[in-house]
């Protein structure tokens, strides 16, 4: 059986599967659903039944949250544990469900009404935590409900995870040096599952449709990463095909260190990672730095606070040796949940609550980065990039808080570097607003995942819309010019680290711009170094300008196959 979707991460293999599916354990069950109604008795019980629990969870968190981040900030978990208790809640519940509510629609309900009375509370603290109390709502129903948050497969042999849909929190925590490939149901190629895979060189494809409840555990299977497809069961005649090919991740030779066009321009050529180990991967790959650190897969399970992250950046300057780390603040919200802050969920979570709107509200978490990064850049070449800026006011706030980070550094006698202080241009507010940034800004670096989809107006990770998502859309290509136009009119360099700096049709077309640092996905990186040095940057603005007029992508395209 064959299933079709979209390579998201080069690569073939020929494998076992392990099926991770969420929908069969979160709320709704089919054993269990939430909605239905079983009685006032049954459904009061399971309401005492979910509060026991969730009660349980909370001290849980409170007794592990003391010794990971001190017992002010775990008291939280403690505050809420309480509410839980009180005895308002169960009067309520008793009331809702003699209404015909479920106990699961009943504890939703309940905390649903709570928070909309925090929000109307004086003062930003209290309506900051009313989404606390939505996710207290949702954990309610999940247990009333019988469900359970999924749980990550642990592998135990090297495997194809065959998943429904994945979070970049759960892509990162699957052992990856047992996962052989990823086939998703959902889920796009600039989705923050597929850009892991392809960083950590693992093949993926995605958007598979039904993959994931046809395949079993155990059984064989085969995907293609290049082109996109999955079988289940393959024939012997596929898998002498999947054989002779090169299994497994893409192979790499190490390519010289910074390299140059042939007028002698220097590029430099990057890497996007998430971890210290993808960062010795990189270096491997002989990427010139890192020009994207994705730090929020550190706040996968708790807050790290200001010393584990300076650890971790220190960890990562140590391997670079001497290369430059790009560290980009905390990108959580969009496809990137974040337990630890237990956001709400969102109608629209990439028009949301996120990246540089939530380190602007949660001062002290973003405080504790900034102080970090501050720390760390003593230790090595270090900048520093904010994520998803739309106006100059909020790059202006952004830097008052570095500001006084630096001071309280200066004030304790903490070492501190001087880190330049850079932001990602991914919005088109931010890219109609270029010059004024730039007057603001040390450099740009362009995320061209997140400014397609805002420019097209297209879920990146929708595959439904996948056809219309294209970065060599001339929208987004002008919007991209006006940003590199701008930072070389106040003399500030302009990168990109959009997943399209990997695409070597296309980097004719990113030099022409006048773009002058890729960062990319590791494995892409020799041979974007080997294509660089075959051009030259005259012909590439010719070629710009000439895209820059073209009316759609496919125009963009064919005159890129055109060239030289
Ligand atoms: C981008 O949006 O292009 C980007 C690099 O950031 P992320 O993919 O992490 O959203
Ligand atoms: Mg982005």
């Known amino acids: 059986m064959r299933f079709e979707g979209t390579g998201a991460s080069p690569g073939t293999a020929l494998g076992r599967a392990v099926v991770f599916v969420h929908r069969l354990s979160g709320a709704g069950a089919p054993e269990n659903p939430a909605g239905v109604f079983l009685g006032a008795e049954e459904e009061l019980a399971r309401f005492r039944g979910a509060v026991k629990t969730v009660h349980a969870l909370l001290l849980d968190l409170a007794k592990e949250g003391e010794k990971k981040f001190g017992a002010d900030k775990a008291g939280i978990f403690e505050g809420y544990a309480e509410i839980l208790t009180d005895g308002e809640i169960e009067e309520s519940a008793r009331a809702f469900i003699a209404g015909g509510l479920s106990a699961a629609g009943a504890g939703q309900k309940i905390m649903e009404d709570l928070a909309g009375e925090w929000e109307n509370m004086e003062g930003p603290y209290m309506a900051q935590r009313a989404s606390d109390l939505r996710d207290l709502g949702r954990k309610l129903s999940l247990a009333a409900s019988g469900g359970q948050a999924p749980e990550l497969p642990v592998l135990s042999e090297p495997s194809i995870l065959v998943a429904d849909e994945l979070s970049p929190f759960e892509t990162a925590a699957l ?60 024939g012997q005649d596929e898998i002498e095909i999947f054989s002779s090919g090169e299994e497994g991740r893409a192979v790499f030779t190490p390519l010289p260190e910074t390299v140059r066009t042939r007028d002698g321009v220097s590029i430099s050529v990057c890497a996007n990672i998430g971890s210290a180990g993808e960062a010795a991967l990189a270096k491997e790959r002989g990427a010139d730095g890192v020009g994207l650190l994705r730090t929020e897969f550190l706040y996968m399970n708790s807050l790290p606070g200001e010393d584990e992250q300076y650890a971790a950046y220190a960890r990562i300057l140590e391997i670079l040796d001497g290369k430059p780390l790009t560290i980009r603040t905390m990108d959580i919200g969009g496809d990137k949940e974040f337990p630890a802050l237990a956001l709400a969920r969102e109608e629209n979570p990439f028009l949301g609550y996120r990246a540089i709107r939530i380190g602007l509200k949660e001062r002290g978490v973003f405080k504790t980065q900034l102080r970090a990064v501050l720390r760390a ?57 270029a010059g004024e940034l730039a007057a603001e800004a040390d450099f740009f670096s362009l995320g061209t995942n997140d400014l397609t989809q805002y420019t097209l107006a297209v879920d990146r990770g929708n595959p439904q819309v996948a056809s219309l998502y294209d970065p060599l859309n001339p929208a987004v290509l002008r919007l991209m010019a006006v940003s590199a136009d701008a930072a ?77």
Do not use: Y
């Not at 500030?492 to 890729?518: Q, T």
């Not at 603005?541 to 895209?547: I, N």
């Open 377 to 433: 850049s003593a230790l090595g070449k270090t900048e520093l990039m904010f994520p998803m800026i739309i106006s100059p006011g909020e790059l202006k706030e952004a830097k008052a808080l570095f500001e006084e980070c630096r001071k309280e550094l200066d004030q304790e006698g903490l070492a501190q570097g001087r880190p330049p202080v850079g932001i990602m241009i991914e919005t088109p507010a931010a890219a109609l607003m």
């Open 488 to 564: 070389a009119k106040a003399g500030i360099p302009a990168g990109i680290c959009g997943e399209l700096a990997g695409d070597e049709a296309a980097l004719p077309l990113l030099l022409g711009l006048g773009l002058v640092k890729l960062s990319l996905s590791g494995p892409k990186i020799p041979l974007i170094k080997e294509t660089i040095q075959k051009l030259d940057t005259d012909s590439c603005r010719a070629l710009a300008r000439k895209a820059l007029s073209r009316a759609s992508a496919g125009e963009v395209r064919a005159l890129l196959q055109r060239f030289p």
């Open 175 to 234: 052992d990856h040096r047992l996962l052989k490939a990823l086939a998703l149901d959902s889920g796009g190629s600039t989705g923050h599952a597929a850009i892991l895979a392809r960083s950590l060189g693992i093949p993926c494809a995605v958007g598979l449709g039904g993959a994931s409840s046809l395949v079993k555990s155990g059984e064989f299977c085969a995907l293609d990463g290049d082109k996109g497809f999955f079988i289940l069961n393959p």
